[in-house]
């Protein structure tokens, strides 16, 4: 083992020979490929949306895109205004307007519902009356109020309004507002008539031929910067008429996706403007040389943007997940440069030439710096396999940045050190002994002389840490993401109290059977399902509304009966039933195409609950689809699809997720770390500090009361991955000079006087790198940034002091220097 290891820096040794004879071709080449990378940064696209957290072959994404293609989209935005008195003149009126101007003016909208437009179902005589609630709007004052007493006395008992656009009391109104799924390239965003029927399957197939010709776009989903548009134009229109007597509360996934990118972009700059700010004062701090910091920018600039450019390449959105790469890439990246240029300068300030000084701190540390790039790139690709795509795509993409950064380190840096003209500076304080020396060989010392009481006072931390960890709770709640004083969670907040929810579960119910909703007993058991749903709670949650097809043919069937009360329930009659819809579709309304299919063999059920925490909708689920499959046995299949669906999906990947990564990258990284050291027993111990850090962490979160969510689920496998990176140095130095003198404690301050500025200085840019999240106003943010800090820094005191304390525990007694030191 130690004849390959010897070959392998050899290896090292020549290449930088190489790279030294053709340094302008490598300096070339580096920059064809970085030219070829950058140049699809213009194409990145951003995608922070729910369904951006799926894979296109995820079981619950299947369903929902079939949900979406037959019914439309299930996301829609709420526009809740409260007021004194709803039905008043003044209010009724500038209802009208704002509707008005958000039907004009909103882009990519496909469906605009309010009290203005709401479809209003009634007899007079033998016709069936079916129009817009306020389609009637009188001029005169008298008129006026006579109208608004009848359009109070219509809406307030109307089963089908209630939590819908009008709140049990009164005192909420809603204007809900659907985007359209597919780009329309004529931008028609006032296509909402309502003059058509159900289209005969001959003629939508050729409406459907009709549209291919559009061109390309015509079949493609927004993207994001479209859906943002849409929002955007929501919440400029609604903030003009905000007032104390016109109280608008804005919520919705749309809202809740544009929030998030709108924090993401200013986010993403100002992190990596603190990074960079940071970087430099300690890159000059440790080197005090302009190519000391000038050129490990150069790589972690570059690499930075390899790496975003590999989104664009691969045709993958940059979500609120992978938003932590730039920064991330940059901290990372830098370390392998320090360790090189450390050994560098050392040796150039020796006397010797750029060449052999290159070539030596090639021999010297170009091992290490590979294993550790690749034990880093191991954690993060222990996330490849995720089911959560943003987080597969972190481990893919920032593993592959950190293989770009190794590679601009060990060949670009290179050649740009044999091409630039470094000064020899005479030796100062830079290199010597001082404080941090002192402090690290104090370390050292310490863990050498009292090996035993470390290792005691680390299972009493790990004891301790032991229970904060048994605290932690799964946990998917993006709204808890959000600042207190940021308008969002407060508008959840007031519709989820005021509405009944803001969020919606969809069920479909598939016959297989043409018309078979004209059957009574499919009707009925519509109806009884909705009865039921009504008594289903799960702690905090409850379901506040229920719509379906059922409320539209009672609403009707009571329409058709002089608007007798006693008859709004189902005709028990499938001709009478067929007669009542098919008078409902020629009475101009598309209502019907929202709630099923055209062959009426499909049923939609919309559900609304209030925004809880994606963990707590698993059993309240449970509890719908039981009642479900109990009300509609022997029917067809009942779906279970929506955005709750989904959140309580994520829920499920991220437990699969943290468990198969956390296994993935324990296994990986100690097989790694046994090759590197060409031990066992030295590889297994080397593990011990590098779990350290992950206990402790997670065991902080635990007493903190944070839960596991998307962001700092991903701690663990990030930690072990850059903790095992000073790992790797301290035992590849510390066996180097074990093996020469047989001496631990020789072995170990010479470890860290040699090593152990740059393991100090790596840390502290890893540390700020995370750290700088804490300037983030995303708490979920705040909250990863802190920990993930925190846990590099317990990773570098594991390695200065816990590290040597294994050592002194696990290696047979110290030989006498006077016999052993060798050169």
Known sequence: MENIRYRIEKSFESLSHFIFRHKWLVVFSMLVLIGILAA???????????????????????KYEQFREQFGRDEIVVVAIKAPEIFSIPFLQKLRVIHGELEKNVPHLNDITSLVNVTAVRGEKDELIIEELMESWPDDTQSLKE???????????????????????????????????????????????????????????????????????????????????????????????????????????????????????????????IAVITIFFLLFLLF??????????????????????????????????????????????????????????????????????????????????????????????????????????????????????????????????????????????????????????????????????????????????????????FSHNPVAWFPEDDPFPKSVEVIDKGMKGSMVLEAVVETKQKNALYQP????????????????????????????????????????????????????????????????????????????????SKARITMKLPWEDANTYTGIQKKIISQLEKTFQGIGEVTITGMIALLTRTIYNVIVTMMTSYIIAGVVITVMMILLLGNVKYGLISMIP????????????????????????????????????DTVHFFHNYRRYYMNTGNVKFAVQETLLTTGRALLFTSLVLASGFFLFVASDMINLINFGAIAGLAIITALLADIIL????????SPPDKPLDESVSE
């Open 288 to 473: 005090r040389r302009i190519s000391g910091v000038l050129l490990p920018f150069i790589v972690v600039i570059l690499s930075m943007i390899s790496t975003l450019s590999l989104f664009a390449l691969f045709g993958r959105p940059f979500t609120v997940i992978t938003q932590i790469i730039p920064s991330f890439i940059i901290s990372v990246g830098v370390c392998g440069s320090v360790h090189l240029l450390a050994v560098f300068y050392r040796r150039f300030l020796s006397g010797g030439s750029k060449d052999d000084a290159m070539a030596y701190a090639m021999g010297h540390s170009g091992l290490a710096i590979v294993m550790t790039s690749m034990t880093t790139a191991a954690g993060l690709l222990s996330f490849a396999g995720a089911k959560i795509a943003p987080i597969a795509d972190l481990g893919i993409f920032a593993a592959s940045g950190v293989m770009l950064s190794l590679l601009y380190t060990l060949l670009l840096l290179h050649a740009l050190i044999a091409i630039l003209p470094i000064r020899r500076k005479e030796k100062k304080g830079s290199y010597s002994v001082v404080f941090f020396d002192r402090m690290l060989i104090g370390a050292g010392d310490f863990a050498t002389r009292r090996p035993w009481f470390v290792l005691a006072m680390t299972f009493l931390i790990l004891s301790v840490a032991g229970y904060g960890i048994v605290q932690l709770r």
């Open 690 to 725: 590098n779990l350290l850090p992950v206990i402790i962490a997670m065991g902080l979160m635990g007493y903190a009361g944070m839960n596991l969510d998307l962001s700092n689920i991903l701690i663990g496998s990030i930690i072990i991955g850059l903790a095992v990176d």
């Open 147 to 273: 109208y608004i007493d009848f359009i109070k006395a219509y809406a307030m008992p109307h089963q089908l309004y209630r939590n819908y656009i009008l709140s049990e009391d009164g005192k909420f109104t809603a204007i809900i507002l659907e985007s359209d799924v597919y780009f329309d390239p004529s931008d028609k965003a006032t296509s909402n008539d309502t003059d058509a029927d159900f289209e005969s399957i001959d003629e939508k197939d050729e409406k459907d031929e009709e549209e291919t010709d559009i061109g390309e776009d015509s079949d493609r989903k927004l993207n994001d910067e479209e859906k943002s548009a849409f929002v955007a134009k929501i919440l400029d229109i609604t903030k003009k008429y905000n007032n104390e007597d016109f109280q608008i509360y804005v919520a919705g996934g749309p809202v809740l996706s544009f929030s998030i990118n709108q924090r993401m972009q200013k986010d993403v700059p100002r992190f990596t403007a």
């Open 521 to 600: 007993d499919i009707m009925n058991r519509l109806e009884a399902f909705n009865r039921a749903a009504e008594n289903i709670t799960e702690s905090n949650i409850f379901i506040g509304k229920t719509i379906s097809v059922a409320d539209t043919l009672k609403q009707i069937h009571k329409s058709l009966n002089a608007n007798d009360d006693e008859f709004y329930r189902i005709p028990q009659d499938s001709e009478l039933i067929a007669q009542e819809f098919i008078l409902f579709e020629n009475g101009g309304t598309d209502d019907l195409e929202n709630l099923i299919d055209s062959q009426y």
């Open 803 to 810: 590290a040597p304390a294994l050592m002194v525990i696990f």
């Open 40 to 62: 699809q940064i213009p194409h990145i696209i951003v995608d922070t949306s729910t369904e951006a957290f799926f894979f296109d072959d995820d079981p619950e994404m299947v």
